[in-house]
């Protein structure tokens, strides 16, 4: 079994290479950051590779691509577009350099990737492609607002694409974590509910993948949360959340 994943140098990317090299799967890895790439291939127990790459340029995914299969000796089974950026921001002072970014990595990155392994796919009818969104998706989240539409998007389009490739036998994962300790999150100034661990969330999506799940979305009570914020009427959703409109922010960048 092959798998690509890309912003795979840390947090919930790392963590689900571990997690699948443990359950024997041979792969391939892609991040900006080739030592830290590096490094974890030569922790791995399975085959891999490491593949420095920036998501947001489609003919370098492509090229890694092909250097993944060539190196793994053959298509990938399973294609997980990881690769995101969280940046704070506000409405009052709206960052469009960090938006631009944010869009880029996010979404484009998530396309890049499937134009490079769904032809692929589609041809040997077999194979599973996996994002990486959020329950930050599920509704616009004042200081969050761009960060929230890069995972909505990311959510439609899985979601379509789940529907239009099932004919051809490829499954189409949409994952949505929660709060996860990685290196986004712990910038966060905010108490964050039902935080995980990134082993964790780790178990979590792999099971979910080999198990061809539709959607993986957890922990459990922050996802009924979000699912029934979404009924809430939007005049009780803005006076709910109107304070956390008010708080500070920080606008370093976060990768996972």
């Not at 499937?114 to 040997?124: G, K, Q």
Request: charged fraction near 25%.
């Amino acid at each position: 079994m092959r798998a690509i994943i890309t912003g795979a140098s840390s947090g919930i990317g790392e963590a689900l290479a571990r997690e699948l090299a443990r359950r024997g799967w041979d792969l391939a890895l892609l991040a900006r950051r080739a030592d830290l790439l590096d490094a974890l291939v030569k922790e791995l127990p399975t085959k891999s590779v490491a593949l420095p790459c920036d998501v947001t340029d489609a003919m370098a995914v492509k090229i890694a691509v092909k250097q993944g299969e060539m190196s793994l000796g053959g298509p990938f089974d399973l294609a997980v577009a990881n690769a995101g950026v969280g940046v704070p921001s506000h409405a009052s002072k709206f960052p469009l350099a960090d938006a631009e970014l944010m869009m880029r990595v996010n979404v484009i990155g998530m396309f890049n990737l499937f134009d490079a392994v769904i032809p692929s796919m589609i041809e040997r009818r077999a194979g599973r492609f996996a994002g990486i969104a959020s329950i930050a998706g599920l509704r616009g989240l004042p200081t969050s607002s761009v960060y929230s539409a890069t995972k909505a998007a990311m959510h439609a389009f899985l979601e379509a694409s789940r529907v239009e490739l099932r004919q051809y036998g490829v499954g189409v994962t949409t994952v949505n974590p929660g709060f996860v300790i990685t290196a986004m999150t712990e910038k966060n100034r905010f108490k964050m509910p039902f935080l995980m661990k990134v082993d964790d969330a780790a178990r979590v999506i792999a099971d979910g993948l080999e198990r061809g799940k539709r959607v993986v979305e957890f922990p459990r009570p922050m996802s009924l949360l979000m699912r029934f914020a979404r009924l809430i009427p939007d005049a009780i959703w803005d006076r709910a959340t109107a304070p956390y409109a008010r708080r500070k922010i920080d606008a370093e960048k976060a990768r996972r």
